[in-house]
């Protein structure tokens, strides 16, 4: 039986309602603390509700991780942020608790334990380094926790309370809602409506900064099931449709390049893996013939090269800006290398100096870098060589255990592309640390996907 979307919004009705009134008060007053006050109280109630019901659950860790599409706005506590996705950490724990006597033996939890040892070296780090209190670094990290919630997970669907097919079913729901809610958006951010508290830009267009992750995923599985058509697809015959979807959603609301360009590269990869000698001829050809094509088109071609261009500036370009944000960090890390520099906190005294905040010589004032544009180096900064090692070793054990039942269970063909798109972006982006919830998706469905395989079609 097909999970219903009515199900996820009859259940939290409420919580939607005091969302939606949260952002109208907000937009009317400017007052964060009544919007927030509101829409604590249905998250409140909704968490009850996803305690006692498995499946919503599940849906409302995905609905906090996206910070509630970012259509709410945060709360200012003092000098820092409240973001929704905090409240995943409390939904997690709760799960948790739910299931502590029931946890099943798995392959990947074994990271996640890993990095929790590592969260508290690195309260020794920041206390011994830069004299910053447990409980700060406790907080600053506390995104970090959310990754509890990969066991209760991996328990619900090995212990029959939510099938695979079940999870795989929320999942796609989500995010094609997800999608709908950005492309939605990037819609009225075009005509000047503003009703997003994201981040936004402009790059061939007005850009939104989303969490991509679940996008990305999506597309995988709907490119496994492109590939695979006689074997467990639950696109039907609208695979392909669902591909192109999924990448113009990149393309045209995220538009981040780095993105673009490793997720087609794994593709490519992909589908070379997988396609019989003889089509993969035909597919290279087809590929090279569409590229030129788009090439040929004036507008994609000044893009291809602006952006190009742009990311090689020297006066500010991407390679060049995180060039220099790496020395900034390296400097810091002289001396500690083998556990790093713990986790500083933004606006603790003692720490700031090693949070990425230095002083502008010109202007006086406090500038940013950015950990987070520097992929894996973050974990070799907070954490030092050792988790650095163990997330590559993490890497390459994921891709041979995805590549080795790709073919049959098309969790394990999403687990293996994501992981690859991993370890080929490793210098640029921080997901593993910045955006935790995500890339414990990635390894959930390859946790799952060890699971006996059924066979078994329906279409979206």
């Not at 074994?110 to 929790?116: A, W």
């Not at 997901?431 to 329906?458: D, H, K, V």
């Amino acid at each position: 039986m097909l999970l219903k979307i009515s199900m996820f919004s009859k259940k939290y009705a409420f919580f939607y309602s005091c969302a939606i009134i949260s952002a109208i008060i907000y937009k009317m007053t400017e007052n964060s603390l009544i919007s927030t006050i509101i829409t604590v109280l249905g998250l409140s109630i909704s968490l009850g509700v996803a305690y006692s019901n498995d499946l919503l659950g599940i849906w409302l860790l995905f609905v906090l991780a996206y910070d509630i599409w970012g259509l709410v706005p945060y709360a200012n506590i003092g000098e820092g942020v409240l973001h929704w996705y905090d409240f995943n950490v409390i939904l997690a724990f709760l799960l948790y608790i739910k299931f502590i006597k029931m946890h099943r033996k798995s392959v990947y939890g074994i990271v996640y334990g890993l990095l929790l040892l590592f969260v508290g070296i690195a309260c020794i780090q920041s206390k011994t380094i830069y004299n910053q209190s447990v409980l700060t670094t406790l907080l600053t990290s506390r995104a970090l926790f959310v990754v509890i919630a990969f066991w209760p997970i991996v328990t619900m669907v090995k212990s029959g309370r939510v099938t695979k097919r079940e999870f795989v079913d929320v999942f796609i729901k989500f995010t094609r809602w997800t999608m709908k809610i950005y492309w939605l958006t990037w819609l009225f951010e075009n005509m000047g409506v503003h009703i997003t508290y994201l981040q936004t830009g402009l790059r061939w267009g007005v850009r939104i900064y989303i969490n991509p992750i679940f996008i990305m995923l999506y597309f995988f599985l709907a490119l496994h099931g492109a590939i695979y058509k006689d074997v467990e697809n639950p696109f039907g015959n609208k695979a392909i449709h669902n591909c192109i979807y999924a990448m113009l959603s990149i393309v045209v609301v995220a538009q981040g390049r780095s993105a673009i360009l490793y997720m087609l590269i794994v593709a490519a990869i992909m589908l070379l893996m997988s396609l019989r000698k003889d089509k993969i001829v035909k597919y290279s050809l087809l590929a090279i013939v569409v590229a030129v094509g788009l090439m040929c088109v004036p507008q994609i071609r000044g893009v291809v090269l602006d952006s190009l261009a742009e990311s090689q500036n020297s006066n500010g370009g991407n390679i060049a800006v995180r060039l220099i944000e790496r020395k900034f960090f390296e400097e810091k890390l002289v001396g500690h290398e083998l556990f790093g520099v713990g986790i500083p906190n933004n606006h603790d005294d003692n720490s700031v100096a090693y949070s990425g905040k230095y002083i502008d010589p010109v202007s006086h004032k406090y500038n940013n870098y950015y950990l987070e544009d520097l992929g894996a180096f973050s974990i070799r900064y907070q954490f030092g060589y050792i988790s650095y090692i163990l997330y590559f070793i993490l890497l390459i054990f994921g891709i041979i255990d995805g590549a080795q039942r790709r073919h049959n269970s098309n969790l394990s063909f999403v687990g293996l592309a994501f992981l690859m798109f991993m370890l080929l972006n490793c210098q640029l982006l921080a997901y593993i640390t910045f955006r935790p919830f995500g890339f414990m998706i990635a390894l959930i469905f390859l946790e799952i996907s060890r699971m006996e395989e059924r066979t078994w079609i329906f279409n979206s």
